[in-house]
């Protein structure tokens, strides 16, 4: 009996990244159907992506620090025993560039990426101009994958009971990356706008992470009745609180990526430090608004679109 394929995906990070590549992920399954998929990634998203239906093992070590030696020979070691006989990098960064050379040069599986001497080159010189998602579908062709299957959520999936919430919620995402703060809408703003969702009966709820949980505070005081979840979610609760959400609204980062691709109506706020064009979430119903300074975002031009949202939930 012939031995399966053997395929790995390289996909490191960040979140919002990661699930723009879900897509992707469910396109190279159904190509290899029979195959043995292995996902390279990292710690926050190894348990996560072990439960999805693309993957049949994980590899959580996919970004030891240059200098960790030990780490370094480590990932080699478990990429050379693993009798790959295809690569696809989803990452295509010069890192995970560079592990095309961690395998010998005369037992190299083929590779589709920006690596030199990739047997599936991705060389298209508009692709930066690209969504991140189409950029992906069209390195795929490259190696003969065509189709866009869609994507189901069903696997991330958890119960929300300890977190006793009421029946109609708004999910809101006032953080995001920590060394790019332009990309923030105020938090006073969020605190108008909770009391605006509170006036129509749906109780705000703030998301995100540990680090972002300072952001709640002001949102608090100016809507008491709002819920701080940030820090407390895993991201299949997460994910199960985008599906009873009504609506999401937030700052471009991961969440609203989940938000939006689990089917919830989003509005996606973006500064002159992201481009829509680029990244913006993709699902059923996502607006985004774009405003080069955030801080000059007036809550009326979000409240327009988030009574949109609301009906469209």
């Known amino acids: 009996m012939s031995q ?17 590549s879900f897509g992707p992920f469910a396109a190279i399954r159904a190509h290899h159907p029979g ?21 049949d093992h994980v590899i ?16 080699r070691r478990a990429l050379r025993s693993g009798g790959f006989t295809r690569v696809y990098d989803l990452q295509t960064s010069g890192r995970s560039s560079r592990y095309f050379r961690f395998f010998p040069r005369d037992a190299r599986p083929e590779w589709c990426g920006i690596a030199a001497g990739a047997s599936f080159p991705h060389r ?9 998602i189409d950029r992906q579908y069209a390195q795929l062709a490259v190696a003969g994958i065509t189709e866009r299957p869609a994507v189901d959520l ?25 060394h790019r703060p332009g990309k923030r809408w105020p938090a006073s703003r969020y605190g108008d706008l909770a009391r605006w969702l509170v006036q129509k009966g749906v109780t705000p709820v703030i998301v995100g992470t540990a680090g972002e949980s300072p ?14 979840l940030t820090g407390r979610t895993s991201l299949p609760e997460l994910t199960e609180l985008t ?36 990244c913006a979430p993709r699902g059923r119903w996502v607006r985004t608004l774009r405003e080069s300074d955030l801080a000059t975002l007036p809550l009326a031009a ?12």
């Open 4 to 20: 399966p394929e053997r395929i790995l995906i390289i996909k490191l990070s960040a979140l919002g990244n990661v699930i723009l």
């Open 35 to 55: 195959a043995e998929i292995t996902v390279l990634t990292t710690p926050p998203y190894a348990g996560w992506l072990a439960s999805a239906p693309w993957f």
């Open 60 to 75: 959580a070590n996919g970004r030891p620090p240059w200098w960790d030696i030990a780490g370094m020979l480590r990932l």
């Open 124 to 132: 298209m010189p508009r692709g930066i101009w690209m969504h991140d």
């Open 154 to 178: 069903r696997w991330s999936a958890a119960d929300l009971s300890r977190f006793a919430l009421p029946a109609r919620i708004a999910l809101l995402v006032p953080g995001s990356s920590a």
């Open 215 to 228: 952001l709640a505070a002001p949102i608090q005081a100016a809507s008491p009745g709002t819920i701080d």
């Open 243 to 278: 599906r009873v959400a009504t609506m999401a609204i937030g700052n471009d980062t991961g969440p609203m990526h989940l938000a939006a691709a689990a089917g919830c109506a989003s509005v996606v706020l973006f500064s002159r430090d992201s481009d829509p064009k680029l």
């Open 302 to 313: 979000v409240t327009d679109v988030a009574e949109a949202a609301m009906n469209a939930g």
